[in-house]
């Protein structure tokens, strides 16, 4: 009976010794927000983007290696892009990234690994900063 006393007093006593500690515990509320803007096109016309298959032996079948855009205009020069390659359901099949040149119309840009040109149902540009 006394053990069961005991551990009952000490169950309290380590209840109460949390339960204080965890009240004692100063927490406060950080604030956590979210927001769109609306940016401005670095461009009013239109980029095209071309791409042309190379066979590959070792995939085996034609990949797509590089992407061609073409119509940058001076306002875009300099500006960091991301290029997708886009499969069946739009789903992402590669990525290219870098930055604008800053001269000139178009630029290329190098897909590592290249990606199986039969897969390819669409291509997506954008252009931020």
């Known amino acids: 009976m006394k053990r069961i006393l005991a551990a009952i007093i000490a169950g309290l006593i380590t209840f109460a010794g949390v339960y204080g500690l965890a009240a004692s515990l100063n927490l406060t509320s950080d604030s956590l927000g979210a927001g769109t803007a609306t940016v401005a096109a670095c461009q009013a016309g239109a980029l ?47 990525e290219a990234t870098g930055t604008t040149p800053a001269s000139g119309t178009s630029f290329a840009a190098t897909f590592s690994p290249a990606v199986a040109a039969a897969s390819v149902t669409g291509i997506s540009v954008v252009i931020s900063g």
């Open 48 to 94: 095209n983007a071309t791409y042309a298959s190379t066979y590959s032996a070792t995939a085996p079948g034609y990949t797509v290696g590089t992407v061609t855009v073409t119509g940058l205009a001076a306002t875009c020069y300099s500006k960091p892009y991301k290029i997708t390659l886009s499969g069946a359901g739009n789903a992402s099949l590669g």
